[in-house]
């Protein structure tokens, strides 16, 4: 229970694709230090991956029907249908959990979340503990998201459609606009120089306070994560929006998602080969999955975001799971599937 109101406290942990939101997670979960954590995974995509990634972890004290994944897109546009009844059959428990833990799609505007929050059903019994916004460092300082007028004004001249920020630097200024906490992730891949360009751009898009800390891997002590006691529903106005200052609603129209079938494997880096000159031909965002390799009973999760691509092992194959592989590739809506799916699955 939150000391000050009485309510189960829930942190909202948002973050752009592939910042490490996923991985703070499961360093929440291993770090709980006995407290019952319930957590809502929302996922933009056809495959329940991020779901898949935490419950892969086996985490002793996060039973497996603690973990509530709405794989059904934008958590904000399923509100009503999915989001509410999840936390009230949460909160209804006879063992409740001590504190929520609700990480977004990486293309959820956590405004919106945030506002559900006062609905009647749950507001006298859950608050907004805090919003935790992740941030992909390197991505920030090599200013895949920044404000650049001369690279504006030249896509402009070549488009006369283009009158506006591209929907990334939209949906990442309104996320860190949102938060309590800003956490500047993968410190280890950026030098000091980087470092300061990442912060100095989150500073110069903040229109409100907000505390920023780094990590590395998503590491962060849990008690800085939990216990913001922030009250985020009471405090909308002073959380900035950029759709609503333009008038606008959120379009998930601006991205798209599919998934590939993937034969099992000879060696991780078979697909890695075709990886790599796929995401740079198509300007591919993300690329996430689960993959079988010849010899291994482990199963092996890919992660990218960009032409950065991570894998690792995580947990044998289980016998109904029959060794699929399948990635998900997410990207701006417009995507060539075909070409996508024949460079990878060749």
């Known amino acids: 229970m939150s000391a000050s109101t009485g309510k189960i406290p829930a942190t909202i942990v948002t973050g752009f694709l592939g910042a490490g939101k996923t ?3 499961q360093h929440l979960l291993k770090n709980a230090g006995g407290k019952r954590l319930a957590l809502i995974i929302n996922e933009f995509g056809e495959l329940g991956v991020d779901g898949e990634i935490v419950k892969g972890c086996r985490i002793e004290g996060c039973p497996e029907e603690n973990i509530v994944e709405l794989a059904n897109g934008c958590i904000c ?34 405004k919106p979340l945030v506002k559900a929050f006062n609905w009647p059903e749950i507001r006298t019994r859950v608050t907004v503990d805090g919003v935790v916004a992740v941030v992909d460092g390197p991505a920030v300082a090599a200013g895949r998201f920044a404000d650049n007028p001369a690279a504006v004004d030249a896509q402009r001249k070549q488009d006369d459609g283009l009158d506006h920020e591209s929907p990334l630097a939209e949906l990442f200024e309104d996320q860190i606009n949102c938060a309590d906490l800003i956490i500047v992730n993968k410190a280890d891949q950026m030098s000091s120089v980087e470092h300061e360009a990442a912060q100095a751009h989150i500073i110069k898009e903040l229109q409100r306070p907000a505390k920023m800390i780094t990590a590395r891997f998503g590491e962060v002590d849990p008690r800085v994560l939990l216990g913001l006691d922030a009250k985020a529903e009471d405090d909308l106005a002073a959380r900035p929006s950029h759709h609503e200052l333009e008038g606008e609603d959120h379009d998930h129209d601006d991205f798209e998602s599919f998934h590939v079938d993937v034969p099992e494997l000879s060696s991780p880096q078979e697909l890695l080969g075709k990886l790599a000159p796929a995401i740079a031909a198509h300007d591919i965002l993300r690329v996430k999955g689960f993959l079988a390799v010849a010899g291994k009973e482990m199963r092996l999760v890919l992660q990218g975001v960009g032409s950065r691509l991570q894998h690792y092992y995580d947990r044998p194959w289980e016998s109904h799971e029959g060794r699929r592989g399948q990635i998900v590739v997410i990207g701006l809506k417009g995507l060539d599937r075909a070409a996508i799916t024949a460079a990878i699955a060749a």
């Open 23 to 25: 991985s703070l997670i």
């Open 77 to 110: 546009c399923t509100v009503a249908d999915d989001f509410l009844p999840t936390m009230k059959a949460l909160i209804d428990r006879g063992l409740p959990p001590d504190h929520i833990v609700i990480e977004t799609s990486g293309l959820a505007l956590p």
